[in-house]
């Protein structure tokens, strides 16, 4: 069973996602609500997938995907937002995360398609 | 062949046919006392008379006197011919002709000078005297044996003798003497009526001729009438009356052809007589004391004038007769004269001839004199001065001219080389050029040059023009003011074309220092701004010839003192002269630290308020020309305008950068709180929805109810928040419900208690409701983020056709309206309706926001 964080600043949207991925048999094993505690979390919980949103109130999801990657045994990375992949445009595929899905089609099948 | 010619052919012959014929038979008579003397006499009494008609009918075609003095010589040779017949027939008819050519004379005296009788009177006298001279032997001679009493000398016998009767005889005499003396009295009382009754001019004609012809008259009769009394007194008579006949003719001669003799005088006289005397010497010439000049004025229509100026009409009038005056057919003058003047043509013509040179002359003098005078008054009128100068440069007039431009100073000297001049020598050698370049050429050439000192900056123009072979004119202008007005005109195009180029303000100011100081030819500008307390200026801009001491740009002093600071209390332009009195001791100071002589300033206002003043300055010794500071004014209120345009550029541009920065500001928060509100809520309902959807597919629990209650409430949020998104965009309220409703929403959301006062009863235009919402939402926002208030009053009211909104708020102040774009984009929205927006926000004391917006 794989280990989540979700990283988002709405708290409708952390528990709506809680609610999918266990829902899925994932496990959730921490939220954040903003760039740095997503970090923080993300060296003590050690999940397996961080499912991270792009636009956080201090610094955006690119930052935090790079800061965990140069962490030793990263986890995977699924960046998400309520914008289209196009608003982001090459910076999803240099950010080192696994891809990247729009919240409005957020599912596990999605999910598990970028994770295997 | 002439008449003249003619005249001279025919009578000639037969005039000295006739002499001849007279001469042998008096010369040959045998009872004649010295048939010889007698002879002579006769031919030349006839001869004289014949020739002296000859050559007046030649000299006057017109006139009868010569074919009179003709007859008079031709019937004195028949009759004094016949007498020295010793035959009694012809003696006798010689004899009754006797008389005749006494009828001639008596015709030629009445007619004299014209030739023509002039009254019935005269023409009676004549006829009867022809009829008395014809008739007066055939009376006599039939009753007089010897008429002459010459019967003893052996004269011939009397051929018509009818009847040797004493009685008759006697009788037939006394008659004729009777008749002869009372008929010589008559034509006496009428030449001497015709003498009273002349005028000057035909007395002079007259004089000699009657006076001859009376006298011979007088021996005629004193001849008949001594016939009966004594022979020896008619005998010396007759020869007296002989030798006085010989001159006679040449007496009405010399009277009929007198204005030839004046001739040769009349020229030289008029032509050395003042205009004024012609008049007078044309009568004198003329005889005439009443004869009149007068003078021909060709424009606009030909008309005469007399001496005194006053309008004649030359016309002849009874008694008086005009000869014209004139010179190749063109009319000079007019002269009115005696009509009796009309018997002495050559006389009239040659006088009208020498009047008419003079006049012409004197025109010619007045048309010289007055183009003279005119050209003098022209020149004379020029604010220009005129030099002559030769090729080699000697000065050989010069013209000075009068008035207030005629300032260019005069260094050359007449009689002098212009190359002596205290000129710079290569300017000398500069226009020198020129004018030699305008003889060469022939064509008007043109040169400038500067003349004045720093600080007064002046300019002069030549026009060179070729004035003979080997000298030119040249007329030299003062043209300081249309080159001060050039400079100017370009210096200020200079200027506009920088400040439409948006050149850096302080680049701008830069060139406006420069410019003005080339305009005014000073050592140093500055351009120095107030500061907003009033006490304090910055030097904005600045220029200064090599060397000069100047303020520099950036520098920042107080204006204590100072030409900026009278220029700023006083709103005008100021002058100051070092050494001036109740100079300030500051800029006394400042004028000798930067060896400053004359200053002058004039203030830059910006909408009507000081916001500078430009400082131009000069060194030692140097000193600015007079109005100098009132041209450095003038020029001001161009920077001013230029200046004006450049700040209400900035201030469009700042204005639409906030609008821009505004609406920009707007978007992203719109942007944001779909994102951060609306959007998420959806996406979550959307993955709730999918999320009951799979559990359905499954098997229903009570947590697809529960996911659908979490779901539905998301969707009310959701919904809720487009409603204040939407009312954020546009206060639907305000448009559908007014003014007071929308307030009242806003109050009722405000996070501190919100009185509002003085709502309106009309609705009042949109924009205006609009406005006033918005500077109640802008400041309610403001009061909830900064003013840490606990209430807040709106107050709504009318000024003055102006709708007024008022916020006040209990707070800590020290709102600032530069900072934040709500208050500014506040300013923008009323300002775009011509209102007003004023903030005041003390520290401590409240926050007052007031906008007043034009309504109807």
Redesign the interface.
């Known amino acids: 069973m794989q280990s989540f964080l979700v990283v988002d600043?709405?708290p409708?949207?952390r528990?709506?996602?809680r609610?999918?991925l266990e829902?899925e048999g994932f496990q959730v094993v921490g939220e954040a609500a903003d760039g740095a505690s997503a970090i923080e979390a993300a060296k003590t919980l050690r999940p397996d997938v961080v499912l991270l949103d792009i636009?956080l109130p201090d610094i955006d999801g690119f930052e935090v995907a790079a800061r965990l990657i140069t962490n030793g045994n990263p986890p995977a990375i699924v960046l998400t937002s309520?914008?289209d992949a196009r608003d982001f445009g090459r910076l999803i595929h240099e950010s080192g995360a696994r891809g990247f899905i729009s919240?409005?089609e957020?599912?596990a099948s999605r999910l598990r398609a970028l994770l295997e | 062949m002439s008449r003249q010619a003619r005249l001279w052919l025919l009578v000639g012959p037969a005039a000295v046919v006739v002499g001849v014929a007279s001469f042998v038979l008096i010369g040959t008579s045998d009872h004649l006392q010295a048939p010889g003397l007698q002879a002579l006499v006769a031919a030349l009494t006839g001869g004289s008379f014949v020739a002296a008609g000859l050559v007046a009918r030649t000299r006057r075609p017109e006139n009868r006197t010569g074919l009179l003095l003709i007859a008079v010589g031709f019937t004195w040779f028949a009759s004094a011919g016949l007498m020295g017949s010793d035959e009694s027939l012809p003696w006798t008819i010689g004899l009754a002709l006797s008389a005749i050519p006494a009828g001639f004379l008596i015709h030629l005296l009445l007619a004299y000078p014209s030739g023509r009788l002039q009254s019935t009177r005269e023409r009676v006298l004549v006829v009867f005297g022809y009829v008395l001279v014809a008739e007066a032997h055939f009376l006599l001679l039939p009753f007089d044996p010897d008429p002459l009493s010459c019967a003893d000398t052996g004269c011939p016998t009397n051929a018509f003798l009818v009847s040797d009767n004493e009685a008759w005889r006697t009788a037939a005499n006394a008659v004729v003497q009777v008749v002869a003396v009372a008929y010589l009295v008559a034509v006496a009382a009428t030449l001497v009526g015709r003498w009273k009754h002349s005028s000057p001019a035909a007395r002079r004609a007259l004089a000699p001729v009657l006076l001859a012809g009376a006298s011979t008259l007088l021996l005629f009769a004193v001849s008949v009438g001594t016939r009966s009394f004594a022979e020896t007194v008619s005998s010396v008579t007759d020869w007296a009356a002989s030798v006085v006949v010989i001159g006679v003719p040449f007496l009405f001669l010399t009277g009929l052809l007198k204005g030839r003799l004046a001739r040769a005088d009349i020229s030289r006289v008029v032509a050395e007589e003042p205009v004024g005397g012609v008049q007078e010497r044309i009568r004198e010439l003329l005889h005439d004391p009443t004869a009149e000049l007068l003078y021909a004025r060709l424009e606009p229509t030909l008309t005469y004038i007399d001496c005194d100026g006053r309008p004649r009409e030359p016309v002849a009038v009874p008694g008086r007769a005009v000869t014209l005056i004139e010179r190749k057919g063109r009319p000079l003058g007019a002269i009115v004269h005696d009509e009796a003047l009309c018997d002495e043509p050559e006389l009239r013509e040659q006088v009208a001839a020498a009047v008419g040179l003079e006049i012409e002359h004197d025109r010619n003098l007045y048309a010289l004199q007055a183009s003279e005078h005119r050209s003098r008054a022209l020149l004379e009128a020029l604010p220009d001065k005129i030099f002559r100068i030769t090729e080699g440069g000697i000065v050989l007039d010069i013209q000075e001219s009068v008035g207030p431009r005629s300032s260019v100073p005069t260094t050359a000297e007449v009689g002098k080389s212009v190359y002596d001049a205290p000129t710079p020598r290569p300017l000398i050698e500069r226009l020198m050029a020129t004018g030699r370049r305008a003889l060469h050429t022939g064509d008007l050439q043109t040169a400038e040059w500067d003349w004045g000192d720093e600080g007064d900056l002046r300019w002069a123009e030549g026009r060179f023009i070729p004035s003979g072979e080997d000298e030119f004119l040249v007329v030299v202008r003062d043209i300081s003011e249309r080159k001060r007005q050039e400079l100017e005109r370009a210096a200020l195009h200079r200027v506009a074309l920088a400040v439409a180029s948006e050149a850096p303000t302080e680049q701008i100011f830069n060139l406006v220092a420069e410019e003005m100081a080339r305009v005014l030819g000073a050592h140093t500008t500055n351009l120095v701004r107030y500061d907003p307390d009033g006490e304090t200026a910055v030097v904005v801009g600045g220029w200064r010839t090599p060397g000069a001491l100047a303020i520099p740009v950036g520098d920042r002093r107080s204006m204590q003192g100072t030409a900026s600071h009278a220029v700023a209390r006083t709103g005008r332009p100021v002058r100051r002269e070092r050494g001036d009195v109740g100079l300030s001791p500051e800029l006394g100071e400042l004028m000798r630290d930067l060896d400053i002589n004359s200053l002058v300033a004039a203030p830059i206002k910006l909408a009507s308020r000081p916001w500078g003043a430009v400082v131009a300055t000069l060194t030692s010794p140097h000193s600015f020309a007079r109005r100098a500071e009132e041209r450095l004014g003038a020029f001001t209120r161009l920077i001013s305008l230029a200046l004006a345009n450049e700040e209400a550029r900035a201030q469009l541009a700042a204005s639409r950068a906030r609008l821009v920065t505004a609406g920009d500001e707007e978007r992203r928060r719109l942007e944001r709180n779909l994102h951060d509100g609306a959007q998420q809520r959806l996406v979550s309902v959307s993955v709730s929805l999918r999320l009951a959807q799979a559990w359905l597919e499954k098997d229903g629990s009570s947590d697809v109810l529960e996911l659908l209650s979490e779901a539905n409430d998301e969707l009310g949020f959701a919904l809720e928040e487009l409603r204040e998104l939407a009312r954020g965009i546009h206060p639907a309220a305000l448009t559908e419900r007014g003014l007071g409703p929308a307030l009242a929403s806003l109050a009722n959301r405000a996070s501190v208690p919100v009185e509002v006062e003085g709502l309106p009863p009309e609705r009042l235009p949109d924009q205006v409701e609009a406005a006033a919402y918005y500077v109640v939402s802008e400041a309610l926002a403001n009061v909830a983020k900064h003013a840490d208030a606990s209430s807040v009053t709106v107050r709504l009211g009318r000024d003055n056709a102006h709708a007024v909104v008022e916020v006040v708020d209990d707070g800590v102040g020290g709102a600032n309206p530069g900072r934040g774009s709500g208050l500014h984009g506040l300013a923008d929205r009323i300002e775009s309706l011509d209102g007003y927006l004023h903030v005041e926000s003390p520290l401590g004391k409240g926050t007052t926001i007031r906008a007043e917006i034009p309504c109807g």
């Open positions: 600043d709405h409708s949207f528990k709506t996602a609610v999918l829902s636009i309520s914008h919240k409005a957020l599912s």
